[in-house]
């Protein structure tokens, strides 16, 4: 279970820090990765990393922004979010998978097991 929170109405140029946390397991091993999804809109890749954390990817639209992070200790999942723009608004949904030899990041849906609930994303312009 992925229990994603953090997510609020700010204004544009407003930073949020949203939170993934693993109930019942650990992220060691796992894959993780943000997604998220604006209404009428597919849902897209945002961040995400190796269990290691040695390998990140951002989407274009993110990068230099958004950062993300994780607490193995604390099982939970970070993005940060500064210099939040009207087009991020969105419901944002954190995604998991056990792939503890992966080298490379996940940046597609299918790429992921496990799904929060997602959280809303709201920027005000």
């Known amino acids: 279970q992925l229990q994603a929170s953090g997510g609020g109405l700010v204004q544009a140029g407003g930073s949020l820090r949203l939170s993934c946390a693993a109930s019942g397991r650990t992220f060691s091993g796992y894959r993780v990765g943000w997604f998220r999804q604006a209404p009428g809109k597919e849902r897209e890749f945002v961040a995400g990393?190796?269990?290691?954390?040695?390998?990140?990817v951002y989407a274009d639209s993110v990068k230099g922004r958004f950062a993300i992070s994780r607490d193995n200790a604390k099982n939970t999942v970070y993005l940060q979010m500064n210099s939040l723009k009207y087009e991020d608004t969105a419901v944002y949904y954190c995604a998991a998978a056990y792939r503890p030899l992966q080298l490379t990041v996940g940046v597609t849906s299918g790429d992921y097991d496990y799904w929060g609930q997602g959280t809303q994303v709201t920027v005000s312009s």
């Open positions: 990393n190796t269990w290691r954390g040695d390998n990140t």
